[in-house]
């Protein structure tokens, strides 16, 4: 078993809120994060494939394939974004760096042809990432 | 609930000499060459912490970095940043400091505060990685005993 990881960054701002919360309640759980208006970050996705070594390619996968993968599911849509106003998930479930890992990886996983989606490593700042293993 | 692994890096410098007393001074010399200096020496440590465990589907966070970062400060930054580790903390009175002693205490010091915070709420501390140098670093991941998947992983080039 080989594991091979692609990196891309994107930009995109957010804020943390939750509407079944008081305005308070939401300001003391998440502090400068809950600004209404957004903040934004520099994010640095790292996608892991697991899988075998084709012995006539000496390949696990095309990287090409994986990185217009990774542009048509998520460049295209969360970069230079607001993601609570603009993707829709984010509508109903916070932008935390950890719903963004899950959801790359909800986007990604049914759509990989070969190999297996191993890990999805999402880098809010280079001090601070979140690793989403499918558990 | 799904399950996500939240990595914080923190950085501090600190002295230390490998020195064992129970050796002899040729053996110290022998074993751990320039590190064996009488006086010490330094670096800037990169300390990376793991926690794993469900995401709180009120907050969307597995654990909230700012009680994260108080532990860490209170735990490490206050006993480790700035000092002689062999002098300064009683960790090392009668331990030799090497990074793998020294990522082994800060497991055991940062996974007894995360358990008596009464916040980690079935959050876990998962891994502690310690670079001693951008070339040199450390993981404990806990003992057996107390630890599902334990395992342990150092790499040591030079020092």
Known sequence: MIYVTRRAEFSASH??????????????LFGKCNNPHGHGHNYTLEVTVAGEVDPVTGMVLDLKDLKQLLESEVMELMDHRFLNEEVPVFRTVIPTTENIAIEIWRRLAPKLTL???????????????????GD | MPVAHLTRR????AAHRLHNSALSADQNAHLYGKCNNPY???????????????????TGMVFDLVVLDELVRREVMERFDH????????SFRSRVPTTENLCVEIYNLLEAALRDTGR????????????ETPSN?????GEPSTAPQPRQEATHGEV
Not at chain 1, 122 to 129: A, K, N
Not at chain 2, 83 to 90: A, K, P, Q, W
Not at chain 2, 120 to 131: I, K, S
């Open chain 1, 115 to 133: 190999g297996q989606l191993h890990r999805i490593r999402l880098y809010e700042t280079p001090d601070l990432y979140v690793d989403y293993y």
């Open chain 2, 40 to 58: 010490g020496h330094g670096h800037n440590y990169v300390l990376e912490v793991t926690v794993v465990g469900p995401v709180d589907p009120i």
């Open chain 2, 10 to 13: 923190y950085r501090f410098a």
């Open chain 2, 83 to 90: 000092v002689h580790l062999n002098l300064d903390t009683e």
């Open chain 2, 120 to 131: 980690a709420r079935g959050v876990q501390l998962e891994r502690v990685r310690l670079e």
């Open chain 1, 15 to 28: 804020y943390y809120h939750n509407p079944a919360l008081s305005p308070d309640e939401n300001r003391r």
């Open chain 2, 137 to 141: 670093f450390f993981e404990f991941q």
